[in-house]
């Protein structure tokens, strides 16, 4: 078995707490399960963010995440076909001096709503919305347009609210809380990065390993007492009898408006290219007026709070984001108004 690398004694140490300071979600988490007479989480959304503090919150936002495009063939008359329609690629590859053996196209890269993809694939987005329903999806999560050659949808990311959107919510949250300051980010410890062994690939790779190797495995993100927590996991907050456990670390509101945990200055590694952006799996201000969770196993990001906090979220234009329930069901085929066989 491949050792893990040790953590490099200059790498970062945030303020972790004790998992105690999280009891109170793990209470009420498995009070919504109970509420709705399951034994565990299912998919609901009274099993993923806490639905009372002890009295119950007012309401509750479903935060969709942005849906990723891919253009295989962009020129000059995609570009203008695609952006009166509203997308503006942030990013190109360009293949064009390829091999032969290689697609030699100039490939194009964006972020669009559920709401776009809805009415390109014809089905109805609302806020019980499941992708593969929605978007018609493949197995590989992924759809083609029906307007436009070459374009591909999705899939959402899981358990992770990119940037810009994680910003903008950001920002509306620390205007909901007598707290801003003083914040509780959770954080799932599963990924490679925080516990060290992920692969990272860089131009200098391959030059410096004799073209042997074409990635480098880092280092955990975290310097060595924040990385005995995560591997111990003795100092983690254990939810649905470890069905979930999270770090939990302190943040006066950078890390929740810009989660950026890891800078490697790894020398294989271009500066900039190492970098782990992942936003709170859970996150509430110490006067608990508000409580987010991104479920590792879900596309969308779940705040309660108040009705003006809610209401400013589903509002804002930066956010595609809908009102849900408690009992709104999340799981993959629980959309009951886009809903197909998944066998067919």
């Not at 996991?233 to 939810?239: A, C, H, N, P, T």
Request: charged letters at 20%; hydrophobic letters at 40%.
């Amino acid at each position: 078995m491949r050792r893990r690398p040790r953590p490099r004694p200059d790498a970062p140490e945030p303020a972790v707490l004790d998992p105690s300071e999280g009891a109170w979600v793990a209470a009420m988490l498995e009070a919504g399960t109970a509420g709705l007479g399951v034994e565990s989480w299912n998919g609901h959304v009274a099993t993923i963010v806490p639905v009372g503090n002890p009295a119950p919150y007012e309401a509750f936002a479903r935060i969709f995440h942005p849906v990723p495009w891919h253009h295989r063939d962009w020129d000059q008359d995609a570009a203008a076909r695609l952006r009166g329609s509203g997308l503006v690629p942030e990013e190109h590859a360009d293949f064009r001096d390829a091999p032969p053996s290689v697609d030699r196209t100039l490939h194009a890269y964006g972020t669009t709503s559920w709401g776009h993809v809805a009415a390109d694939r014809g089905t109805v987005f609302h806020a019980g919305a499941q992708w593969a329903d929605l978007a018609r999806a493949d197995d590989a999560d992924s759809a083609p347009s029906t307007r436009e050659t070459g374009l591909e949808y999705g899939p959402p990311e899981q358990g992770h609210l990119p940037s810009p959107a994680m910003a903008t919510l950001a920002e509306v949250l620390l205007e909901h809380t007598e707290t801003p300051q003083y914040l509780v980010l959770g954080l799932w410890p599963g990924r490679g990065w925080m516990d060290g062994g992920s692969s990272r690939f860089g131009p200098g790779v391959l030059e410096a390993t004799g073209g042997k190797t074409s990635s480098v495995q880092m280092p955990p993100a975290f310097g060595p007492r924040t990385t005995r927590v995560i591997r111990r996991g003795s100092g983690l907050l254990d939810v649905g009898g470890g069905f979930r456990e999270y770090l939990l670390v302190a943040d006066d509101g950078t890390r929740l408006r810009h989660p950026v945990w890891e800078r490697s200055a790894h020398p294989l590694v271009a500066e900039g290219e190492a970098t782990e952006e992942q936003s709170p799996n859970l996150a509430w201000p110490r006067d608990r007026a508000w409580a987010l969770a991104s479920e590792i196993d879900v596309d969308t990001t779940l705040v309660a709070g108040s009705t003006g906090l809610i209401r400013a979220i589903c509002t804002h234009p930066g956010l595609e984001a809908a009102v849900v329930r408690p009992e709104t069901d999340l799981t993959a085929f629980a959309d009951t108004v886009n809903h197909r066989d998944p066998s067919a």
